[in-house]
């Protein structure tokens, strides 16, 4: 097969993630690896998307997609395994009442001075006990509890949770660093939750009072990008990001947020276990892979890395990778109308030297499922880790967006 590859390199800061923290809503929360709204926008116009379409992001992240097709007026729904995600996504497209918003922030700033739950942080598991020892976590939990007892709507209390959890890395001791939490032993911060909280709420505040509000419908949802709980042929373009095979584990990254806001240790495990299987430690339960076939070139540089090392684990993560990446594009082209638009944005990975193309074999489980691949559009040349880099050289890997069209 000829791949259709593209150069377009002038896309390279929109697949990083940086120029979202200063983006009126987008901010609220940014992840690693998002691609920035600039994505959104260009493939809209490209594909000249309007009020009458409807958007879909399989894997929605901090809401990127959907918050950006609100803004453009464009319906649009996001699906996501992880709470937090949700959350974020939620958050981000509903509609509030400014005077709601300022008379619940009125009540909740007085409790969030004064209130501590010192007995009831030991309910907590111990990596948040851990991250926020002592006084910070009862001041975590006085403010949720707060929150949770704020006499408004579920959205309103949902607004502030996001506020709060935005609070937790200014005062963890455990660090996000790459894919893993670094430990920072009795991290003081710059300033007390009330007063970080308090800056945080008024930024979001006038985010709002900034924003477009256009008529039309956006939400997001939990659900598997593998068995999406839409309708056949019900949306006429999909914009996302599956995670890269880079072996991070977000359910570990987020970790603190996830088993503070959302999910006791054992269900954040089971969280661990059902996701996309781009690290070492998922092992999701599917639906039936039948039809799938294995790229040969994917096997074959699979096989290799096999070689250099007993790395069982990772060689499970690799096929189930792909085998995930067949099982979501397989879930695109039920829900894409004939003639629908879908993009991916992708990067490719290194092991030991040898190149894991996924862009390539995307297009290729694409035409399995019934997408043509229009276009592999590469974007950026990511180098190679560090400690790849000393053993094998700097060889660059493509970040890249595939795009299809559905088929009959």
């Known amino acids: 097969m000829r791949y259709p590859f593209r150069t377009r390199l002038e896309w390279r800061k929109w697949v990083v993630p ?15 690896h998002s691609f920035t709204d600039d994505i959104v926008r260009a493939l809209a116009e490209e594909w000249r998307l309007g009020t009458g379409d409807k958007i879909l992001d399989p894997f929605a992240g901090a809401g990127t997609t959907v918050l950006t097709a609100k803004q453009l007026g464009i319906p649009a729904v996001g699906c996501d395994l992880s709470p937090l995600a949700t959350l974020a996504s939620s958050v981000k497209v509903a509609k509030y009442n400014m005077d709601e918003l300022q008379k619940a922030w009125s009540s909740l700033r007085k409790q969030v001075k004064v209130r501590h739950a010192n007995g009831e942080a030991k309910a907590y598991p111990e990596l948040v006990r851990s991250a926020l020892p002592g006084k910070k976590l009862a001041t975590f939990h006085g403010a949720k509890s707060a929150i949770a007892e704020l006499d408004a709507p579920p959205r309103v209390r949902s607004y502030f949770q996001l506020a709060l959890i935005r609070q937790i890395p200014q005062f963890s001791n455990a660090v996000p660093t790459g894919g893993w939490l670094s430990w920072r032993p009795n991290r003081r911060p710059a300033a007390s939750l009330a007063d970080t909280l308090s800056v945080t709420i008024t930024e979001m505040i006038a985010d709002l009072g900034a924003a477009h509000h256009p008529r039309g419908r956006w939400s997001a ?157 590469i974007v950026r040349q990511r180098g190679n880790s560090a400690q790849q880099m000393k053993v094998h050289g700097r060889t660059p890997a493509r970040e890249s967006v595939v795009l299809f069209t559905r088929t009959a």
């Open 221 to 377: 949802r939990s659900a598997d990008a593998r068995s999406l709980p839409l309708e056949d042929s019900s949306v006429s373009a999909v914009i996302t990001s599956p995670p890269y095979p880079n072996r991070h584990d977000y359910t570990r990254v987020f970790g603190v947020e996830l088993m503070f806001g959302f999910l006791d240790w054992e269900k954040t495990r089971a969280l661990r276990y059902q996701m996309m299987h781009s690290h070492p430690e998922a092992r999701p339960k599917r639906p039936s892979s039948d039809g799938y076939s294995e790229p040969r070139f994917i096997a074959d540089a699979i096989r290799q890395v096999a070689q250099h090392d007993e790395r069982e684990r990772l060689v499970a993560m690799l096929h189930g990778y792909f085998l995930d990446l067949y099982l979501a594009l397989r879930e695109v082209a039920r829900v894409l109308r004939p003639g629908g638009r879908a993009a991916l944005v992708l990067g490719n990975a290194q092991y030991d030297g040898v190149p894991i193309e996924v862009d390539k074999a995307t297009a290729l489980i694409g035409r399995q499922v019934g997408l043509h691949c229009d276009e592999i559009r």
């Open 18 to 32: 940086e120029p979202l923290r200063s983006r009126p809503v987008h901010r609220w929360l940014v992840f690693p």
